[in-house]
T-cell receptor
Framework: ELKVEQNPLFLSMQEGKNYTIYCNYS?????LYWYRQDPGKSLESLFV?????AVKQEGRLMASLDTKARLSTLHITAAVHDLSATYFC????????????FGKGTHLIIQP | GAGVSQTPSNKVTEKGKYVELRCDPI?????LYWYRQSLGQGPEFLIY????????DSGLPNDRFFAVRPEGSVSTLKIQRTERGDSAVYLC????????????FGPGTRLTVT
C-alpha cells in the first residue's frame, strides 16, 4: 500500500523566513504533485513533477523531486502572509491505477 | 474557461437516505476522479473514469457507493443507505488523460449525514 508522509504537519513561521516542507512516499513513483488548499476551498494545483531531479519554481515556492530517495520538497523563500494555507503532496499510484494518494497536508501559518 | 463544477455545494441528509452528487468536468477532459476529504485529512481516492468506463474503483469503501459517467462527461456519485461516517467533502477532479496529467479539482460537495 502506497503511503505518503508529510512533515511537518503544522508550521508557524514569520514573514521573510525560509522553510522547507518534506514529502516522503513508500513505493516507486516518478509522478508527484503539490497542491494548495485555503480554508473551505478546493485544491489548487501548484506543481507537477514528472521525473527524477525535476525542479519547478513559481514565485516564492520551489518544488523538487528525488525519486531514488522517494522524497519531494517544497521550499518557501522569504515567506509572505498570503502563502498561509494547507499544502498537500500527492503521488500517482501508478501500476495502471491513476488516482492520487495524498499526504495529510502541512498547515502553514505565516505571521507578520 | 469554466472549471470543474459540482452540485450541490452542500447536502444534508438523514441516516439511511440515498444521495446523488454531480460533477461536471472541464470540457474535453477524458479522465474524471472522485475523492473524499474528511476534516483535517488529505483527499482519499474513490474512483477513476476514463471516458465512460470506471477504470479503477478500488477506493470505493463498500457497495453502498456507486458512480456513473454514462456519456463520458458528467458523472454522478451515488450513496445508498447513508451513514454518519459518510459525512465528508466529496471532491471531483478531471484531467486531459491518464498518467502525469494535472488534475483540476472542483469546489466539492459537503455532505452531512445526521
Amino acid at each position: 500500500e502506497l503511503k505518503v508522509e508529510q512533515n511537518p504537519l503544522f508550521l508557524s513561521m514569520q514573514e521573510g523566513k525560509n522553510y522547507t516542507i518534506y514529502c516522503n512516499y513508500s513505493t516507486t513513483s516518478d509522478r508527484l504533485y503539490w497542491y494548495r488548499q485555503d480554508p473551505g476551498k478546493s485544491l489548487e494545483s501548484l506543481f507537477v513533477l514528472l521525473s527524477n531531479g525535476a525542479v519547478k519554481q513559481e514565485g516564492r515556492l520551489m518544488a523538487s523531486l528525488d525519486t531514488k530517495a522517494r522524497l519531494s520538497t517544497l521550499h518557501i523563500t522569504a515567506a509572505v502572509h498570503d502563502l498561509s494555507a494547507t499544502y498537500f503532496c500527492a503521488v500517482d499510484m501508478g501500476g495502471g491505477a491513476d488516482g492520487l494518494t495524498f499526504g495529510k497536508g502541512t498547515h502553514l501559518i505565516i505571521q507578520p | 474557461g469554466a472549471g470543474v463544477s459540482q452540485t450541490p455545494s452542500n447536502k444534508v441528509t438523514e441516516k439511511g437516505k440515498y444521495v446523488e452528487l454531480r460533477c461536471d468536468p472541464i470540457s474535453g477532459h477524458t479522465a474524471l476522479y472522485w475523492y473524499r476529504q474528511s476534516l483535517g485529512q488529505g483527499p482519499e481516492f474513490l474512483i477513476y473514469f476514463q471516458g465512460t468506463g470506471a477504470a479503477d474503483d478500488s477506493g470505493l469503501p463498500n457497495d453502498r457507493f456507486f458512480a456513473v459517467r454514462p456519456e463520458g462527461s458528467v458523472s454522478t456519485l451515488k450513496i445508498q443507505r447513508t451513514e454518519r461516517g459518510d459525512s465528508a467533502v466529496y471532491l471531483c477532479a478531471s484531467s486531459l488523460g491518464r498518467g502525469g496529467y494535472e488534475q483540476y479539482f472542483g469546489p466539492g460537495t459537503r455532505l452531512t449525514v445526521t
